[in-house]
């Protein structure tokens, strides 16, 4: 049977598309941070929301995402007060979250079964609403997490300096914390709550051990949870397993084949880079000599790979490093 001739499989597919663009967009900057489960403390969280929702007969998803978002938030102030205090408060969360949401569900009249469709995700629960909201989020969550990817990416990688250059570090982690409970929510329904943490941070991871830069990184784990979403979604079909399982094991899956190609790569580059130090300073032995004719401009965006020398810079530049010289070039 083809699954595309399936409304309710086209919904899943669309909405596992969104949810495999999101979550690793979101997760890049909880890696960055080291905060790889926060997702999990706020997918507790959010099953609260759901038995709430589900208590006062209203949806579920509002009522997860608001009680995520709080949850999020709470973690994030007191993260800045200290690590050991942050600690103590996500595993609160962890918690209080599951023991929430089963009391809640109880009071409401639900069962075990009722919370399964949100804890691991359910192919038949994605309602035409339901798909409207996890587009709409998503593309909420990808505009906010590629748009302002300069400055969040500066504050993962160093608050201190980001607040002296004069970024706004507490608004910019409170994005992140509550872009993080908005992705966890639209997943409820492929991943399930106890699963998306992981969708969250095992295609980043795979993509860190392929990739240099903050961007590629980025782009990669955009691509590799994707990938994992939409073929976990498809056997889950086939299989007739739960998508969430199928959509994490799928992303381990890719993280194992590619960990022995990022050790190739990784010892590459350390070779190529101790040769260009050998390099460097070799050149950087040698005696200045005027340049006979040098009518490129050398600078930070010249393209040529620049050497601290001293009081100056070089520049590596047909196999000999390029110096400004009261308006001339010395090489050496």
């Known amino acids: 049977m083809n699954p ?21 967009a979101v997760g890049t900057y909880l890696v960055q941070r080291r905060l790889a489960l926060m997702g999990d403390g706020i997918g507790h969280t959010a099953l609260t929301g759901v038995a709430l929702g589900l208590l006062t007969g209203q949806a579920p998803v509002p009522a997860a995402l608001l009680v ?24 609160m969360l962890f918690y209080g979250g599951i023991a929430g949401g089963v009391l809640l569900t109880g009071l409401a009249g639900g069962s075990a079964a009722t919370l399964n469709t949100y804890l691991f995700g359910s192919l038949t629960t994605v309602s035409p609403a339901d798909l409207v909201a996890v587009v709409s989020l998503s593309a909420v969550v990808l505009v906010l997490a590629v748009g302002l990817s300069r400055p969040l990416f500066a504050i993962c990688q160093d608050e201190e300096y980001a607040r002296v250059t004069g970024i706004p570090v507490r608004a910019y982690n409170l994005l992140i914390a509550v872009l993080a409970a908005v992705t966890v929510t639209l997943a409820m329904r492929t991943v399930g709550l106890l699963l998306v943490s992981a969708l969250m941070v095992v295609p980043v991871a795979t993509a860190q051990q392929l990739t240099r830069g903050f961007r590629t990184t980025l782009g ?3 691509l590799l949870g994707v990938g994992a979403s939409l073929s976990g979604v498809v056997l889950s079909f086939y299989v007739d397993v739960a998508p969430g399982a199928s959509i994490v094991v799928l ?34 032995g040698s005696p200045h000599v005027p340049a006979e004719a040098h009518a490129h401009a050398h600078g930070p965006a010249c393209g040529h790979r620049p050497v601290p020398h001293e009081d100056h810079v070089d520049y590596v530049h047909d196999g000999h490093l390029h110096a400004a010289h009261e308006g001339h070039y010395d090489e050496h």
Not at 4 to 24: D, H, I, K, N
């Open 251 to 284: 992303a381990i899956g890719g993280f194992v084949l590619a960990w022995p190609f990022g050790l190739v790569l990784s010892r590459r580059r350390a070779g190529a880079a101790e040769r260009a130090r050998t390099e460097d300073d070799l050149l950087l």
């Open 220 to 222: 990669m784990a955009l």
């Open 68 to 91: 995520a978002t709080a949850g999020a938030v709470s973690i994030e102030l007191v993260r800045e007060r200290g690590r050991a205090s942050a600690d103590v408060a996500l595993a």
């Open 4 to 24: 595309l001739a399936l409304e309710f499989m086209q919904r899943a597919l669309l909405a596992a598309l969104c949810t495999g663009l999101a979550a690793p």
